[in-house]
């Protein structure tokens, strides 16, 4: 079906007209229209295009006010001010336009005319490495962003940059040479769990990295592996994929918790892009981009300085021939332009990082690999911070674990549901406990502008009340509830009816769905999504306190409500699936 027009985009193109009526020579002009309290909308655009004719706004606003017909669309507009107009709309306008949204599967939410290929880089665990609270947001954010935009047209491709290359292998490899069995899963047959191949892992690691510390002839033999690694060497190679696949176990299962889905071919590590590299390089240095300093392959810039006050450069090469981080990024940006022919790259990554990648994506500007027509965008986050403001640690004052956090928050979860829960069998408590759980702790990261820190603070975020997820996992489950002792009633729209001033507020934020998203979309800001889901979440429960829906007055009004629950719970349920977030029939 195609998109349906907002009220706000219709009202628009109503004032618009009247406006190149009345002043034929402006051309096009924009209204500025936006919401109001005064009215449903206010149209602003009036005072600097009277100020550019030399004419009296209040005249002009009065002169387009007459050439726009009333009675379908807007019920009443005014002059205001010095020529502002408010304008209502009327109450079957919002029922029929509601009709029409509900009629689609899609709510009315435009496809983005100017759709492409976004790669998104998110969600970036270290092999061998137990994932901590800092790999939270750039997996929350980076798998909201890619719902968010794919539901808008966009193709997108999924990348998880693990890092799974470097020094630190030639140690772990090694030590595995010489004691052969510490990967063996101590469980029998059958898959390794997460937990297990994660503790094998860090069993593994503590042991190469103490030997490593201790013992000079071991560390001599551990980086001679790195240069067997790098040179290809197949038993090395196939130790370090025994290292990768191991790993892997252990990641899904912590993506599995935080109810994500990361696919296989999807993980590109840095390791993916070593073939590259030595053609980047001499890319690089043959067009002049980057030069040799102290035999280092750098690329300098007039812009970033250090302490010093000298250049800042980025060392693409070191001078014993290695390969430093921007190499790799470097080469991941001709891979994903050249053979994703991506149009969008997007960085979900640590704002401290920013530097970074600002001399990466000038660097690959300057190489030609970026230019108009493609574009690289950090998506940086901030910092999660304990209830003390600081950095989040254990009491012991070491990193948290992720999978604590995530068990933490499940747990907790389920003893809010248990609680609550009237018929829910111990099963359904675990389940739904796993839902709000992990819900809450998505909700919490993503209602937070992502380039803000944020505290986390399990009490608030699992609470029924303010802006948190379960708040708006209750306002749907409550709706259900409705939806299932409405008997023989049934929702349907009645633009007949008159609306009460609940019922107007949130059929108008229900019509705003498609624009918030296509904002949403194009600022790369969840976070506007779940302030929206939030309002919306806050107008219904004004709206059930105000208007009886099953006891209305008559069986049209009961319909006509049910159907105002019906789309509210429809659109709650799809927005929060865009941020990753499942919404329970009952609670």
Known sequence: MASVPSLASSVEQRVSDALASALPE???ADPLLRR???????ANGILALAKKAKANPRELATTVVEGIPTGDLIKEIEVSG???LNITVSDEAIVRTLAARAADDRLGVPLSPSAGTTVIDYAQPNVAK????GHLRSAVIGAAMVEILEFTGEKVVRRHHI???GTQFGMLIQYLLEHPHELDHKGGEGEASGEEAMSNLNRLYKASRALFDSDEEFKTRARARVVDLQAGDEETLALWQRFVDESKIYFYSVFNKLDMDIQDPDVVGESGYNDMLAETCKLLEESGVAVRSNGALCVFFDEYKGPDGNPTPLIVQKSDGGFGYAAT?????RDRVGNLKADTLIYVVDARQGLHFKMVFETARRAGWLNEDVKAVQLAFGTVLGADGKPFKTREGETVRLVDLLDEAVERAASVVREKAQDLTEEEIAERGAQVGIGAVKYADLST???RDYKFDLDQMVSLTGDTSVYLQYAYARIQSILRKAGEARPAAHPELELAA???ALGLHLDGFGELVAEAAAEYAPHKLAAYLYQLASLYTTFYAECPVLKADTPEQVENRLFLCELTARTLSKGMSLLGIRTPEKL
Request: no cysteine.
């Open 82 to 84: 010095p020529g502002f």
């Open 449 to 451: 502008s992502a380039s």
């Open 36 to 42: 109001s309290d005064r009215a449903d909308f206010q």
């Open 26 to 28: 402006a051309g096009a």
């Open 329 to 333: 990024d470097l080469s991941a940006i």
């Open 502 to 504: 609940s019922e107007r």
């Open 163 to 165: 890092g799974d290359w």
């Open 130 to 133: 137990e994932m901590h609270v």
